[in-house]
């Protein structure tokens, strides 16, 4: 997905095509952080939710996308497109160029100071022929807007907002993502580094749960699935993040300034990325579960995990993007071998554990069933019913059909049923004599080398 969102990102804004890094689908700024991530690859992509409960207010963003594209730029973005020490002969600077680099960046706004101070200090030095073309570029380029005038076009932004107006643009014109059922993204969580107690990374029970690098005292027991659906910070995370950005005191803090009509405080970016963490809002009701629904229902694309080919050709259509057979491709192949998917598959098909995360889970599963029913639509809309990749997911997946997914009897009767629980016991069991086949022939080859 963000391999697409750059794809997006550059198809909407083709005045900046020539020299806009999301435009180069290799790209990579920061490999040891993330080639994905917006300081790594593509700053218009601004990812602004990242388990945050803030995602209702990406809606908001095309009011004030200049600007926020501005924001991102010269913070981590500049710093990975002058970083120190350089290599020149890394494919990165071939892929896109200094001379593009700064185009671009002037062409955003970025202060000339800030990138000509960045250039002047690259290690090894740039040819100073090659320095002087690059700072007459930041003198000679028409910037799109300036930093001095960021603040100023995020409070006309913000102004619109709360008058109902978004910039003469659609209220989430410029918004994606994709959705998971809960119960299967709950399972994916447990085995998730950071989003469950025997990883807690976000430290939300320091010294109950266990942390990454902590000593683990003596005899205490890894926490089960069993725990992990009961623990309220993990529950109804897809609700939190879509409809309730207010339930923390620091962002109803912050809603309490911007009531001041001169809009008289410090950071006017204030109504926008101020954030809760999905898993420290657990008081919520019909309200966030409604806000949720009017949030996804407003997006331009939200797509389904268990139709991925299907939202893929859904979000080409949408954008007219042109993807080919790559695009479609497993990015973690190794998920597919079915001996490593067993840990996780032996909850899937375990019918009390399914129907007791559906229950902890109840507004998730009812805004899973809602925008499911949203997403089936779209596909008809968009003509994509009779694609044969469509039907066949369709089938596979039990979507657009009789099956209620808020339905803890329905929903987990297919994922536990006869035919599932009788699959996997007999993968299970060819998995261990694939072990223990492997054991023998490690000991064998021991054996010869001695």
Known sequence: LATLGKMVACEMNPHIKDVNPC???????AAGMSCHSSSSSCPLVTGIGNHLT?????????????AWSLISSITAFTTYSFKSPAKWENQEYNLWPLEDRVTFLSRLGTPTGRITGRLEQMVPSIEPERLARLINITNTVAPASTFGKATDIIKKCIRDVKKGQCCQKSLGSNSLTMLRHPFLRAVSAFYYRGHNPNYDVFMLRPGAWFRAGAHVPKGM?????????????????????????????????CHRNMGDRELNIRDPTCLLTTTCHAYRNTSMGD?????????????????????????LLLLAHTFGLTLDKSHFAPQRPSFKDRCQE????????????????????????????????EFCHRLEDAGLMENTMVIKEMQESKLCGDIDFSDP??????????????????????????????????????????
């Open 54 to 66: 803030n995602m209702d207010r990406m809606l908001y963003v095309p009011c004030c996308s200049r």
């Open 342 to 373: 067993l840990r996780s598959r032996k909850i899937k098909v375990n019918r009390t554990l399914c129907e007791a995360s559906m229950r902890a889970n109840l507004l998730d599963t009812k805004l899973y069933e809602y925008v499911h029913r």
């Open 287 to 311: 309200e966030s579960l409604t806000q949720a629904k009017f949030a996804l229902d407003h997006h331009r694309f939200f797509g389904l995990v268990e139709a991925y080919g299907s939202s």
């Open 409 to 450: 009897d329905e929903f987990c009767g297919i994922m536990a049923s006869p035919a599932q629980v009788t699959k996997y016991h007999e993968d299970a069991a060819e998995c261990q004599r694939e072990q223990a086949a492997k054991e023998a022939e490690r000991r064998r080859q021991r054996q010869t080398h001695h």
């Open 23 to 29: 435009c180069r689908k290799k790209l990579c700024l």
């Open 221 to 253: 027991k890894a926490f089960d699935f069993e725990y992990f659906t009961n623990a309220p910070e993990y529950q109804n995370v897809m609700t939190g993040m879509f409809g309730n950005s207010k339930g923390c005191d620091k962002v109803r803090k």
